[in-house]
């Protein structure tokens, strides 16, 4: 069925240095975690190190952003997906909260990188999720229809394969309020349900949804023990390469 994914989000946190520091002491942890997929979605300077640091073993490095072009060209402080692969990433997160609050991402701009990571040859991280106020306003399914209308469901069934979506109730990340595992469940249900209305039952079944928002070692097994809830995407919590591993072997 499907694998779960592991990954962590290290947002604007670590040098090279301290990458190097944390793959040393974090690869002995999980190196015998094979139930899982584990990924570290570094900044963009630290990504030589990590992939150096994880060269050998069963973890992944991922980018946190990508341009939607996948030419060279004049965009300055931008990265493109070419570059990402060929430094050694195998993902990117795209359309993180954060990118959306702080950065003017909107679910076209999510596409259109997402399309970038496919011709990339690189695996899309999907961020969806509602604000507090969505919740509150009961629109929490419209917002989650609409990102993911917008921002994936344009893509081909063939393309579609490769994504994996993570929902990050945007009230969770970095509160400590993680979602109870029911409001998660419950989420994740209606986002299959929109998969497979839009791609069909074999794209509902394989597609993983990531759950991401104060994910912590104490939380990590309720989470995982719903039945739509295939991995999670931790901020904090991975900065620690103990914390991370004990998430991982959750
Ligand atoms: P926290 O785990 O720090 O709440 O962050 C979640 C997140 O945004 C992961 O992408």
């Known amino acids: 069925m499907r694998k779960p994914l592991m990954a962590g989000n290290w947002k604007m946190f670590k040098t090279p240095e301290q990458t190097t520091a944390f793959f040393e002491k974090f690869l002995?942890?999980?190196e015998k975690s094979a139930h899982c997929e584990i990924l570290v979605c570094a900044p963009f300077v630290d990504l030589p190190a990590a992939v150096i640091a994880a060269a050998g073993s069963s973890v992944g490095v991922g980018g946190q952003n990508l341009h939607w072009s996948?030419?060279?060209?004049?965009f300055t402080g931008e990265v493109s997906g070419p570059m990402l692969k060929a430094v050694g990433c195998r993902s990117v997160i795209i359309?993180?909260?954060e990118r959306r609050q702080f950065f003017g991402e909107t679910d076209a701009t999510v596409l259109q990188r997402t399309k970038a990571a496919l011709a990339s040859g690189l695996q899309p991280v999907v961020c969806v999720g509602e604000m507090l106020a969505d919740r509150e306003a009961g629109k929490t399914n419209l917002v989650l229809e609409t990102q993911l209308r917008?921002?994936?469901?344009s893509l081909t069934p063939e393309e579609f394969t490769a994504v994996v979506i993570a929902y990050e109730p945007v009230w969770a990340i970095?509160?400590?309020?993680t979602a109870t595992p029911e409001i998660a469940a419950d989420a994740h249900k209606f986002i299959r349900e929109q998969i497979r209305a839009h791609y069909g039952d074999a794209a509902a079944s394989s597609t993983r949804i990531l759950y991401g928002g104060s994910v912590k070692p104490d939380n990590v097994k309720s989470l995982m023990a719903q039945p739509d809830i295939d991995g999670a995407l931790v901020g904090g919590a991975s900065l620690d390469p103990i914390s991370f591993a004990s998430i991982v072997n959750f």
Do not use: I, N
Request: cysteine-free; hydrophobic content about 25%.
């Open 150 to 153: 917008g921002g994936v469901f």
């Open 70 to 74: 996948t030419g060279d060209g004049a």
């Open 28 to 30: 002995p942890l999980v």
């Open 174 to 177: 970095g509160t400590g309020k």
């Open 95 to 97: 359309g993180h909260s």
